[in-house]
């Protein structure tokens, strides 16, 4: 099934407070070069997300590319492979920094998500260097989390159900700055991708 396929038929209504109009948020990517290895789109609110956010390991590799939740949320660790691991993080520049120690076959263990807000944090894992997934940290439920492909150049993605008076929007990606950007009820907006001041790809959004 193609990313888009998967994306548009998981999309789930979201709930939202006070009656406010919901709009539906469709973003369309194209990357010049290859894509990173995933990425997130969300509005900002001031609300902690819903997700909950569990990190398993199978087959020496984490089972999801990246988790989203929020600051005060504990992270679960399941080790669900045949193998021992570790996970472990040191991403100063964002203050996060923790080592849950070695994890045996079958074990769990919990982290705090107490690292800054609107940023995606790199995990990996001491035994097997080649493992890697990202943990973001935001306030929302409006968001879509982006499964990049090596070889694929070109997405298209919808968030429906938005209340009218959320119009701050951010990209996170990792390797690339954090994008913010507003986007009003009814507008469209095209906005350059650019990694290391040069231009990767292209975003285009429409709200309606």
């Not at 948020?25 to 956010?53: C, M």
């Not at 996970?87 to 769990?108: C, R, W, Y």
């Not at 968001?143 to 996170?172: A, C, G, R």
Request: include cysteine; charge should be positive.
């Amino acid at each position: 099934m193609s990313f888009s396929k998967k994306i548009l038929t998981s999309l789930l209504p979201l709930a939202f407070a006070g009656g406010a109009l919901a709009d539906t948020v469709t973003a369309e990517l194209e990357f010049t070069k290859r894509p990173p290895f995933a990425g997130l789109i969300y509005l900002v609110d001031n609300k902690s997300t819903n997700s909950q956010v569990t990190i398993d390991q199978k087959d020496k590799q984490f089972t999801q590319k990246l988790q989203v939740g929020s600051s005060g949320q504990q992270i679960k660790f399941n080790n669900s492979d045949d193998v021992e691991h570790n996970i472990f993080t040191n991403e100063t520049k964002h203050s996060a920094n923790f080592d849950v120690g070695l994890m045996q076959p079958g074990a769990t263990s919990e982290v705090a998500l107490n690292w800054q807000e609107n940023s995606i944090v790199r995990i990996g894992c001491k035994i097997h260097p080649k493992m890697r997934a990202y943990i973001a940290n935001i306030l929302s439920d409006y968001y879509q989390v982006l499964d990049f492909e090596k070889k694929k150049k070109n997405y298209q993605i919808q968030i429906k159900d938005v209340p009218s008076n959320l119009t701050t929007m951010n990209l996170l990606m990792p390797g690339y700055k954090s994008m913010e950007f507003e986007l009003q009820p009814g507008e469209t907006k095209e906005v350059p991708i650019s990694k290391k001041g040069k231009q990767r790809g292209t975003l285009k959004l429409s709200r309606q």
